[in-house]
């Protein structure tokens, strides 16, 4: 299986934090891709430029209620569900889905074994 659909790297924040403010740290990691599939939650101005200059297309999902529209390719945007399903197998752990432990690192480290024994079953 290549890279498609696998958890490469997760950043735990506090539950009331957007997704988007972590995104581009955990992406400048990564080698550029040539495209990056998102959601409107990652819709923003300044995470589109950050992937442009890398050399990525972003096939991000339109926020409805953003002025300026890009262009957006739906058919590309479809493969977004191998993205889904890998946060669905996780979430079938019902520990990491109903996040009974109390510390960070705990947690974290519930998510990290669980995605070993996905990827490994």
């Not at 498609?4 to 990564?30: C, M, Y």
Request: glycine content about 6%; hydrophobic content about 40%; proline content about 5%.
């Amino acid at each position: 299986m290549d890279a498609v659909g696998r958890i490469i790297a997760f950043e735990l924040t506090e539950g009331n934090r957007h997704d988007l403010p972590p995104a581009q740290g955990l992406v400048e990691k990564l080698p550029a891709a040539k495209t990056m599939l998102g959601d409107a939650a990652y819709d923003s101005d300044g995470f589109r430029t950050f992937l442009k200059d890398r050399g990525t297309t972003p096939e991000i999902k339109q926020n409805p209620t953003r002025k300026k529209l890009h262009p957006f390719d739906r058919t590309a945007y479809r493969g977004r569900n191998v993205i889904e399903r890998a946060f669905c197998r996780l979430k079938d752990w019902r520990r990491v889905a109903t996040r009974y432990d109390k510390l960070a690192r705990n947690f974290a480290a519930t998510v990290v074994i669980a995605a070993i024994i996905k990827e490994w079953l």
